[in-house]
Nanobody, 126 residues
Framework: QVEMVASGGGLVQPGGSLTLSCKVD????????MGWFRQAPGKEREALSC??????????SYSASVNGRITVSRDNAKYFLALQMTNLRLEDTGTYYC?????????????????WGQGTQVTVSS
């Protein structure tokens, strides 16, 4: 049984930073592309970033709104995925999800991701 546990969310002031984590179990981590998605209140889920199955290609940001403010990384030995976010804005508020893409490659489409974490809430507020 695949388990993906996202953590690290919380309340942060504008301009602050957070690092989200995703611990994965139940699949061969190195064979999957790993992505981060976000769903803001009342909006559709959007792709943020992805790193492919052997870290040979990283799409640091799919969304222009986070371009230059996020860094994705993975540790295949520890089955661990991280998303560092800096200079957080009010519009970064939402639920953040980690996801595992079938075939090992990255995609902007959520339909290409086979497994999902439960989400971790990030609230940016003063």
């Amino acid at each position: 049984q695949v388990e993906m546990v996202a953590s690290g969310g919380g309340l942060v002031q504008p301009g602050g930073s957070l690092t989200l984590s995703c611990k994965v179990d139940g699949l061969y981590f190195a064979d999957y592309g790993m992505g981060w998605f976000r769903q803001a209140p009342g909006k559709e889920r959007e792709a943020l970033s992805c790193i492919d199955y052997r870290s040979r290609r990283t799409t640091m940001s799919y969304s222009a709104s986070v371009n230059g403010r996020i860094t994705v990384s993975r540790d295949n030995a520890k089955y661990f995925l991280a998303l560092q976010m800096t200079n957080l804005r009010l519009e970064d508020t939402g639920t953040y999800y980690c996801a595992a893409a079938r075939g090992g490659y990255c995609s902007e489409s959520s339909a290409d991701y086979e497994f999902w974490g439960q989400g971790t809430q990030v609230t940016v507020s003063s």
